[in-house]
């Protein structure tokens, strides 16, 4: 039993003549039977295609087919013979010119440009399509235009020969001194350019130097903060043993008050206020209770170290270190500055939130716009509080001679001041801060006397 094949068999190719068989020398398009390399890989991307059935499939179907046909429509095929027909063109030339015959000179001069602009007009194109653009070659047809019409406007509408006409009439001698005025115009006109040059490269060179000056201030505090970082971490080596507790030799309270010395002296008020916090916070500037054979602080027995305000010693005494500092807009919250010397130091806009300004010597220091909220500056009660004194000894309990000095210092627009703070500063201010102690000083006795 034979099964028949549904499949119709493939029409065998007719023969065509051999005319049609023979390709032009300069073919633009590839012929429709040739099997070309990319022809063949279109055809089988058509075929993988078309097996898909899809509305989708089918639209890039006929984009594919568009696109390959006018891609090998642009392509120049130059077959061997038009190359041969090239070179015996040239030849033929050079033989004309050594045998002087001009007939076969003018006839091969002919055929290699004829020859030649065919094999390079493809390439041309290209390359005019690659280099300009459709708005470019627009814009120079249209150029040239316009000067064919300007050419053709004064040769053909007696422009040309009327501007002629106009020129002989002019007195050139006159135009002579009329030149000079406008070469004058023109040096004047350049040498206003050349002051507005100057100015645009002072401004540039502003420019340049404004981000330069930023770009060092960015840079001087990368480096104080590398400053402030050693210090930390030595000053901590230094005072802590390897259990983690305050050594108390004199010789390292000495060494750690001496960097704390001398990196006042080379950072800003920024710097400073760091310093402070971190010494405070540490307790190296409270005076702690002390073993007095031994000289080490004390436990309080509630996970710190012992005060001891009348006789403790401190790991690091600011001493006069910050007289005459500039501290202004600082943060120093809960810092114990107490019995340093602040004299004439400008703490103004600084934040003292909790501070210990106890013993501190704060004459002529401006606290302008400070925020003075719970600072303390004394201890014991309000009335016997008085400030500090060179001959005697404070007393904790009543306060005596526990205040801070703050004689002829500026409280101007303090922020947030109790009202014992304020009776405090009244009392012993003096007469010239009294007037600057915001609520005023009226009925608060003075008694410092002047």
């Not at 005025?181 to 100057?198: E, N, P």
């Not at 259990?243 to 990196?263: F, K, M, V």
Request: with cysteine.
């Amino acid at each position: 039993m034979t099964i028949e094949s549904n499949s119709s068999h493939p029409p065998k190719p007719e023969l065509k003549p051999e005319q049609d068989l023979q390709p032009d020398d300069f073919d633009n398009d590839a012929r429709e039977n040739g099997l070309t390399a990319e022809g063949l890989a279109a055809q089988q991307a058509l075929a993988a295609i078309s097996s898909l059935q899809s509305p989708q499939h089918t639209n890039a179907l006929k984009r594919s087919t568009s696109s390959f046909k006018e891609h090998s429509s642009n392509q120049l095929l130059v077959k061997p013979r038009a190359l041969i027909f090239t070179l015996l063109a040239i030849a033929l030339t050079f033989i004309a010119i050594f045998i002087n015959n001009s007939f076969l000179g003018i006839l091969g001069t002919i055929a290699t440009l004829v020859l030649s602009i065919a094999m390079l007009l493809p390439w041309l194109q290209d390359a005019i399509k690659e280099w300009f653009s459709p708005q470019d070659r627009t814009l120079l047809l249209a150029f040239m235009g316009l000067i064919v019409g300007i050419i053709g406007l004064f040769r053909f509408a007696g422009i040309g020969d009327s501007l002629l006409r106009w020129g002989k009439k002019i007195n050139w001698e006159a135009s002579g001194t009329l030149a000079e005025w406008f070469g004058a115009l023109g040096q004047i006109f350049i040498a206003v350019i050349a002051v507005y040059v100057a100015w645009r490269q002072y401004v540039i060179s502003k420019d340049l130097t404004i981000q330069q000056n930023l770009l060092t201030v960015q840079q001087n505090i990368i480096t104080q903060q590398q400053t402030i970082d050693s210090y930390f971490q030595g000053v901590s080596d230094l005072v802590l043993d390897e259990e983690g507790l305050l050594e108390d030799w004199p010789q390292e309270r000495a060494i750690a008050e001496g960097r704390t010395a001398a990196i006042f002296s080379s950072v800003d008020g920024s710097g400073k206020a760091k310093i402070l916090r971190f010494l405070s916070r540490s307790k190296l500037l409270t005076p702690l209770k002390r073993d007095r054979r031994l000289g080490r602080a004390i436990l309080d027995g509630i996970g710190g170290y012992a005060e001891d305000r009348l006789e403790g010693v401190r790991v690091i005494d600011l001493g006069v270190m910050l007289a005459g500092a500039d501290l202004s807009q600082t943060d120093l919250r809960w810092t114990d500055l107490s019995e340093a010397n602040l004299v004439r130091a400008n703490l103004s806009g600084c934040d003292l939130v909790k501070a210990n300004l106890s013993r501190t010597i704060l004459y002529d220091a401006n606290l302008s716009n400070a925020d003075l909220n719970a600072v303390r500056l004394f201890y014991g009660s309000l009335e016997k509080a008085s400030p500090r004194s060179r001959t005697k000894a404070p007393d904790y309990e009543t306060g005596e001679h526990t205040g801070a000095v703050v004689e002829n210092a500026d409280f101007t627009n303090v922020q947030r001041m109790s009202e014992s703070t304020r009776y405090y500063c009244c009392t012993w201010c003096g007469e010239k801060t009294r007037g600057t102690i915001p609520g005023g000083c009226e009925g608060i006795p003075n008694k410092l006397g002047r």
